[in-house]
């Protein structure tokens, strides 16, 4: 009997135990989850640190970076911002090798090539991974290719005149601004707005927003609209 009764138990405390075990790492205090996006991807919380100023250092060489860039390729050509950039990777790279070799010759050390840590770095793709680059990539190409197919057959009559509307106003943008124009003016609001949005949101950091009105709330799905809307008004300032 007293084997009986344990049997009967058993499987009631398995089941509560394995009922258990699933609500540890899904809870809310999770170590793993991004307190800003909750159960988003680990990339969108980076993008997210990024655009917010978390790491001031990451997001500032990341900023100047792409800026300097950008103002080059509208001075120059794609052809000569590459080659001055190689060029001036390999005088950087070039001249700390000789410097290392001159060090390494006059105090008479063994130290090795100053670079050796990152050359014997694995850095070869995997098949898998390979293939996971791969299809993730196919997802958003089929999406892509049905949007296309969805827009210019003209399935909903209503998304296709959004389309003609938008790309008529494109027009008058490029024969004001080129490519490289938009994407600095991108950079700069990309950069600027959320975290100034961010700044000045909370009611307890702004003397000019008193609590009672209460118009400003914590953001959570209103930031992605908000921003939206910005970019259309400066859009449309700047075409008019």
Known sequence: MADL???????????????????APGGAGSPGACPALGAKSCGSCAVHDLIFWRDVKKTGLVFCTTLIVLLSLAA?????????????LLSVTISFRVYKSVVQAVQKSEEGHPFKAYLDVDITLSS???????????VHINRALKLIIRLFL???LVDSLKLAVFMW?????GAVFNGITLLILAELLIFSVPIVYEKY????????????K???STWKPEMPQLLKHHLI????????
């Open 5 to 23: 009764s344990a049997a009967t138990q058993s499987p009631s405390v398995s089941s509560s135990s394995s009922g258990a075990e699933p609500s």
């Open 76 to 88: 120059f050509s794609v052809i000569s911002v590459v080659s001055y950039l190689i060029l001036a």
């Open 128 to 138: 898998e991974a390979f293939h996971n680059y791969v299809n993730a990539a196919m």
């Open 154 to 156: 003209v399935e909903d």
């Open 169 to 173: 106003l494109m027009t008058y943008v």
């Open 201 to 212: 949101k909370d009611t307890s950091k702004t003397t000019w927003n008193r609590k009672e």
């Open 214 to 216: 209460g118009r400003i």
């Open 233 to 240: 008004v400066i859009t449309l300032f700047l075409v008019l």
